[in-house]
């Protein structure tokens, strides 16, 4: 049986290793349009590979998944975060598990990724095709023939075609799916940072607070976790997730929206307030300067008080019942208007993509064209950052492998 694999990212190297080591009865070739294999692997944490994710943090898929959390539970009974775990430690890469659950090689490289996946390609015979865009998918009796931008001449007609070219920033990108009875839902950006340009807090960048709770006015979803100040806004996991979480009411709102951040991330303002009267009641005749309540960055403390307009140089003991509430307001709520995003690093995650009404949730085919798979982000299927992206494109990789491998093996 003669598979076609488009794309050679996590989602298609993953596909056509794991669906040779369950089945020899294949025959696999993947292509790819760029010159370049599996580039945003080697971009991912920095460059060393946000594996996957531990998951002991994680109560529920809908709070790393924004989108494709049910496909995702189904995937997960098949391969989880633990069978990637194994399958790397058993392929020869040692992994670590950091203290905030992210996983990655031992080697800290994103190339031992690279170079395990092209070994383990070689030795199963996959045949790698790069510089090659393929403009449309043509079905036919005998099954599909993939049509190339750089020569009219068709492919060999394949038995089965997996796509996994991964997202794109513009409906245009998916137009070789054109010709094929999939729904496309318009793709947004789903990972970026938030301008907030001429604030004050700009001055502030470099600042990190380790635990925070941001919101968006009119949005139900809030985030939490650490938050980075930068030259031209706030960026940082906190931030990440939000965009995430409202990446279509954002590209709605042309990316302009009221930003709730809660620095001390305390939800019951009566605790904040006891916490500043304990300070008070200790530290009476010390300047509001030199004590930071919640350990905060003493620049961004000096900052909030400004916000607060209360002056640094009063004492705690005259700040009064009015600062006090000025100071808690500003802990909790303080606002920024923001005016455009950021692209997060190199990596560039939509949300959007083939609708999974299209597929059969079981083995990622195609409910109305049989033996055409899809798997990874090509799919409306995005996560936050933690290695939850790439543990989609392993768990969607390996059903359709399974998917194919039983068919192949039952005939």
């Known amino acids: 049986m003669k598979i076609a694999i488009i794309g050679a ?12 080591e369950l089945t020899s009865d294949v025959s696999v070739t993947i292509y ?26 994680i109560k529920s898929l809908s709070t790393v998944y924004p989108r494709g959390e049910k496909l995702m539970k189904g995937a997960f009974k098949l391969f989880n975060h633990n069978d990637t775990y194994n399958w790397f430690e058993d392929n020869g890469v040692k992994l670590v598990t950091q203290s905030d659950c992210c996983v990655f090689p031992q080697s800290q490289d994103s190339q031992e990724i690279i170079d395990t996946f092209l070994d383990l390609s070689d030795e199963f015979g996959i045949k790698i095709k790069t510089s090659s865009q393929i403009r449309s998918i043509e079905r036919e009796a005998e099954g599909f023939r993939l049509i190339l931008d750089n020569t009219e001449q068709p492919t060999d007609i394949y038995d089965a075609v997996v796509v996994t070219t991964g997202g794109s920033p513009k409906r245009e990108g998916f137009n070789m799916l054109s010709s094929l009875p999939l729904d496309i839902i318009d793709p947004v950006p789903s990972l970026f940072s ?29 985030a939490t976790g650490a938050l980075l100040v930068t030259h031209w806004g706030v960026s940082g996991p906190a931030i990440l997730k939000l965009s995430s979480y409202a ?3 954002l590209k709605e709102r042309d990316y302009n929206a009221k930003l709730s951040i809660n620095w001390v991330a305390e939800s019951i303002e009566k605790r904040v307030h006891a916490e500043l009267t304990y300070i008070i009641e200790r530290n009476s005749q010390k300047l509001l300067s030199s004590i930071r309540p919640y350990n905060l960055p003493s620049r961004l403390w000096l900052e909030l008080l400004k916000r607060a307009d209360v002056s640094e140089e009063r004492r705690w003991a005259e700040l009064g019942i009015k600062g006090i509430n000025r100071i808690v307001n500003v802990l909790t709520n303080d606002e920024y208007e923001i005016s455009g995003k950021s692209n997060f690093k190199d990596e560039f995650v939509t949300c959007g993509g083939v609708s999974l009404e299209s597929i059969n949730p079981v083995t990622m085919e195609s409910k109305e064209c049989p033996n055409l798979y899809l798997a990874g982000e090509v799919l409306d299927i995005d996560a936050i950052t933690g290695g939850f992206n790439l543990q989609a494109a392993w768990s969607t990789g390996y ?13």
């Open 194 to 222: 938030f301008n907030i340009p001429n604030d004050p807090i700009t001055d502030l960048m470099g600042t990190v607070v380790e635990n925070v709770s941001v919101k968006l006015q009119g949005v139900k979803s809030k």
């Open 32 to 57: 790819e349009s760029s010159s370049k294999v599996l580039s945003k692997v080697y971009v991912s944490g920095g460059g060393r590979c946000n594996l996957t994710n531990s998951f002991e943090e």
């Open 247 to 249: 990446a279509r009411i």
């Open 399 to 411: 059903v359709v492998a399974k998917s194919i491998a039983d068919k192949v093996n039952n005939c």
């Open 9 to 20: 990212g996590a989602a298609g190297f993953f596909t056509a290793i794991n669906l040779r």
